[in-house]
């Protein structure tokens, strides 16, 4: 059916065309109700008609690009246009793919946990339909001129012109995937060591740390002396904290178990609630916190990792990310002076 509208319109004004079509009708989807679910069957309908312009006008443009050049130049260079082609469409699955987790995890989703289904709705529906408007807007496709003249020739003004654009989402998406990270609570369970928080934080416990840019650059030193204590309902913290710059702070955290094998907890300058899990002598911790930077304050996720060791050590590792990109990383481990004086036998 494309191929043959495509005879009397400009093929490249014509996959414009189908590209707005596609937009208009699946930004409707995410306002869809179990009530007017019966509304998704013409959003398939034509949607699935955009798709056939996306699966077959690309390819004819191409071939006449191809021709162009081979024409202009001299040379046979088709295998490096498809093969161009064919990565740059394999590369737009997976970064969709990787955008789509990126955002899932900067909301804090997790398996086992409740989904957030208007997110889900989100990322299915509108940010697919603000991805593909922003490079309509910005890749001058609907600037292509293609004109037969026994052969065709193509406005590569209007690409360049593009070019800066491709490099900001290349940037964009290394930026974005270089904070993600694989590592599970669940391949901590078999562990010989059980990490209770009740039990390790019950009483005093020293720690030393450093906060790290995203460029590996040392920004603060700090140490950190914390006073617990559980009533057998809450653990409660009393954090004070000494900068190597002179300046201190002070946090109290109230932490319960969520009866599932998790945790809760609460401070005054987290965002709602902290949520963790714990698996062996793991602890994953996530939460959002309104971080003073100098007479400002940034609204940051942390993303923790709590490793507890044998005679009373236990290792920490946060990453600090802020819309998604990481910022830094905080490191850390903490000490238990009782159990660190039994194994050093002082």
Sequence with gaps: MWLKISRRFARPRLWCLAMLGAIAAFALAPLLTPATAAAFVPICL???????????????????????????????RNGILFACWNMATKLALALSAGFA?????????????????????????LLPCVC????????????????????????????NGALPTMRLLILLTTLFLAGCSDMRIEQFRDSPHVLKLEDYFDGRVLAWGSFEDRFGTVRRQFFVEIDGHWNGE???????????????????WTIRPDGQGGYTGTADDVVGVARGRIAGNALHWQYEMNLAVGERRWRVRFDDWMLLQPDGVMLNRAQVSKW???????????????????????
């Design 46 to 76: 034509i949607t699935g008609a955009a798709l056939g312009a996306d699966l077959t006008l690309p390819h004819v443009i191409q071939a006449e690009i191809s021709d162009w050049d081979r024409y202009r130049f001299g040379r046979e």
């Design 101 to 125: 987790f990126v955002v899932l995890g900067a909301s804090g989703f997790e398996d086992g946990q409740p989904e957030p289904l208007w997110l889900l709705a989100m990322i299915y529906a």
């Design 132 to 159: 593909k408007g922003w490079l309509y807007c910005c890749s001058g496709i609907s600037r292509y001129s293609l004109h037969s003249t026994g052969q065709y020739a193509c406005d590569w003004t209007a690409a």
């Design 234 to 252: 809450a653990l409660v913290l009393h954090e004070a904290f000494r900068y190597d710059d002179g300046e201190e702070q002070v946090r109290v």
């Design 324 to 346: 998604g990109l990481r910022i830094g990383e905080v490191r850390l481990f903490f000490l238990k002076p009782d159990a660190a004086r039994e194994r050093l036998q002082l």
